[in-house]
């Protein structure tokens, strides 16, 4: 029961409501803020991400998970996917009106939600055609 709840919930609605409660808190997402740390890399040089950076690499593998629960298909994909797009509306809203959410941070999370429910309907639809074969190709 709880499984197929949480695969309702669009992860990018996580991230958001994350973000917005870290932004309230008074966290800086402006890209160039101070650096989280510094981590020195192989090649000498020094990696110092800041909390932008951290969501923008959180938005990215949310992204993929999100594709990967595109994959299988019935009417909870569906709903998932109205969803989905609710959340891209709310994002966008947000990044439009409410000042915490408008950095550029925010507004690639909101992209990446958008390319979710793109590839979400993208999947779903190659995916039925491959299961309502016609008898064409």
């Not at 800086?28 to 040089?45: D, I, Q, R, V, Y």
């Not at 950076?53 to 594709?67: D, S």
């Not at 609710?86 to 925010?106: H, I, W």
């Amino acid at each position: 029961m709880f499984g197929k709840v949480f695969s309702l919930i669009p992860l990018f609605l996580i991230v958001m409501l994350l973000y917005l409660v870290m932004a309230f808190i008074g966290v800086n997402f402006n890209l160039g803020a101070s650096p989280l740390f510094e981590l020195e890399l192989p090649s000498g040089e020094l990696w110092s991400p800041s909390w932008s950076g951290i969501f923008i690499m959180v938005g990215v593998i949310t992204l993929y998970f999100e594709i990967i629960k595109s994959t299988s298909t019935g009417m909870a994909t569906s709903i998932e996917h109205m969803f989905s797009m609710g959340v891209f509306l709310f994002g966008l809203m947000l990044f439009l009106f409410y000042p915490p959410a408008t950095t550029s941070t925010f507004l690639i999370l909101t992209l990446m939600s958008l390319l979710d429910v793109v590839a979400g309907f993208t999947i779903t639809v190659a995916a039925a055609r491959r299961d309502f074969n016609m008898g064409g190709n």
